[in-house]
């Protein structure tokens, strides 16, 4: 039992960083009109993720996604009560970030800034990942959160997973978050993980409530991308290679 208690609390700290930094970058860049712009936003998700997964790697495994637990619940390598338990502890840190930063921005003054605070949160949503239904269709939101997910779990797999992969902790893993974003952040918020964005959208209050219709996106999404690319690393790559 003391265990577990270890590794979810690692799983809810690690989640909770990701979310904190990710989303407040979000919220940064939105209260002062455009910085640290796209790259930063990429790069503090990265770098969050990064940090969360090394540190929490050798407690829990670092998944900091329930994506990534579902993956490995689906290939054998979590039992289903601990896949569960991973979940919950993983949303309620993102959660606590989420209402944590509302609380932090909602009292900031707007002096010099682009905005107050308060009026960044409604503006940006709290960082919650969400797409213009006008801009972007529901079937293309799901085929980018699949692909970006997918990408995501073969460089878990690849650099964490697999017994070959490199020593470079979840700095492999972070970089494919920075990546994703550079490219689906404009188009769905590159969530990958439900995780971080059920965080926010709690934590957003009435600020975000327009975006609860979406939200089953960015769960179908990511655990489908994911659980794609778990089998075929393990059936095409790992068997393989054990083979040969």
């Known amino acids: 039992m003391q265990g577990l208690v270890q590794k979810l609390t690692a799983e809810l700290i690690g989640t909770f960083a990701l979310t904190f930094i990710g989303a407040g970058a979000i919220l940064v860049n939105t209260w002062t009109g455009g910085q640290p712009g796209l790259l930063g936003i990429a790069l503090a998700h990265g770098l969050a993720l990064s940090i969360a997964v090394s540190a929490a790697m050798n407690i829990s495994g670092g998944h900091i996604n329930p994506a990534v637990t579902a993956t490995m619940f689906a290939t054998g390598r979590i039992k289903a009560g601990a896949a569960i338990a991973y979940v919950i502890a993983q949303c309620g840190g993102a959660i606590i970030a989420g209402l944590l ?46 692909l970006l997910t997918f990408l995501l779990l073969f460089a878990v797999f690849g650099t964490a997973v697999d017994d070959r992969a490199p020593k470079i902790g979840g700095f492999g893993i972070g970089l494919t978050v920075c990546m994703d974003i550079l490219l689906g952040g404009p188009i769905t918020g590159a969530a990958m993980n439900p995780a971080r964005t059920i965080g926010t959208l709690i934590g957003g209050g009435s600020a975000t409530s327009a975006l609860w219709s979406q939200h089953w996106v960015y769960w179908v999404g990511p655990l489908l991308g994911g659980m794609v690319a778990g089998f075929v690393y393990d059936a095409l790559i790992l068997n393989r290679a054990a083979k040969s």
């Open 101 to 146: 930063l509302n609380g932090i921005f909602g009292g900031l003054g707007g002096e010099g800034m682009a905005m107050t605070g308060k009026a960044a949160i409604e503006k940006c949503m709290l960082g919650t990942p969400n797409f213009d239904p006008a801009v972007v269709s529901i079937g293309t939101a799901v085929l980018v959160e699949v």
